[in-house]
């Protein structure tokens, strides 16, 4: 079992062009970076589980009825009285999105630490906003400590929303003391290059890498995506070729094509050690993944028949 911790939310995203000065339709979609994760998991075919707090208003209802109805195990799922978290997107150029978020005194806020997790569990995955929001940051962040402690296979995603960020300097040292317990970083290369600051980015992944991390893996857009691990290996492959409706969900669903396929690969039994093709694989299997939750509107990670031979759009 892979599980994912972090919060689940509601998108409200643009139901299409405003006309002049007047503010667009929004459209309720669920959403958030671990919740997205945890649904790509499934849909791709790997056991998974959600942890997380999920309010019992009719958002949370909806939100965890739809993890049920894709085969998410909810048994780490704790439910109280507090809204739904909202996050007001805006599509860019490019479909790129931006969030506006709504989260003070939202339910993910007030995780308690589980007392124990699944024997079954081998990997769990971290990241986004669940990270930064007090006090239920500390719960998820003890979670890692602990999960890295027994042994289980760690991935974390940033996810840097700097709106909810109040002090940088603070939240870059608390990043950096989460590497020590990190099995895979995985990060876009705008968050990179905010969390490096000034560093060359090259310089701070080495940093990074020597930290803790078996692997860091970079995500490039529609250039694609790179790794490099501890033990000296750069690889990048290209994009996969689509036609863009918008980008929400497709880092989340990268970071369950990763675990998905490193699995494949039998990488999350003890310290991974996959040479250069096994992990051209699998990062050509998570950038066909993206393309496809790119190529329709807001979080809909794709099914495994769709990333079946002849299903994908085609590799540059």
């Known amino acids: 079992m892979i599980i ?7 998108d ?8 002049d000065d007047e503010l667009p339709a929004l459209l309720p979609r669920r959403g958030g970076g671990p919740y997205n994760t945890a649904v790509a998991l499934a849909r791709l075919g790997s056991p998974a589980a959600f942890c997380s707090r999920l309010s019992t208003d009719h958002f949370g209802e909806a939100l ?12 780490l799922v704790q439910r109280g009285p507090e809204p739904t978290t909202l996050a007001v997107a805006h599509i860019g150029d490019g479909g790129s999105a931006t969030y506006t978020f709504h989260a003070e005194g939202t339910a993910d806020r007030l995780f308690r630490l589980p007392d124990d997790l699944p024997a079954a569990a081998r990997a769990i995955s971290f ?13 998820y962040e003890e979670l890692m400590r602990r999960a890295s402690r027994n042994g289980l296979f760690t991935v974390l995603d940033p996810n840097i929303r700097p709106g909810l960020i109040p002090d ?44 803790g991390p078996y692997a860091v893996v970079l995500t490039r857009g529609g250039a694609g995506l790179t790794v490099r691990t501890r033990d000296g290996l750069e690889l990048s492959v290209p994009g996969t070729e689509t036609d863009v ?10 970071n369950a094509a990763l675990l998905h396929r490193l699995d494949h690969h039998g990488a999350l039994t003890g310290m991974p050690s996959l040479d250069a093709d096994q992990w051209y694989d699998v990062l050509a299997f998570a950038a066909r993944a993206a393309a496809l939750t790119c190529s329709r509107a807001g979080a809909q990670p794709p099914y495994a028949s769709e990333l079946e031979v002849g299903e994908h759009p085609v590799v540059r």
């Open 4 to 10: 994912v911790a972090g919060e689940a939310l509601i």
């Open 12 to 19: 409200l995203v643009p139901a299409g062009p405003a006309a």
């Open 64 to 75: 965890l009825r739809a993890l049920t109805a894709d085969g998410v195990d909810t048994s």
């Open 127 to 139: 990241g986004t906003c669940s990270l930064v929001l007090e006090p239920g940051a500390g719960a």
């Open 168 to 211: 940088a300097d603070a939240y870059r040292a608390r990043f950096r003391s989460w590497l020590p317990h990190t099995t895979v970083l995985k990060l876009s290369e705008e968050d990179a290059a905010w969390l490096a600051e000034s560093t060359d980015l090259a310089a701070a992944v080495e940093e990074w890498l020597a930290s």
């Open 245 to 254: 409706v918008d980008t929400i969900g497709a880092g989340d669903t990268v």
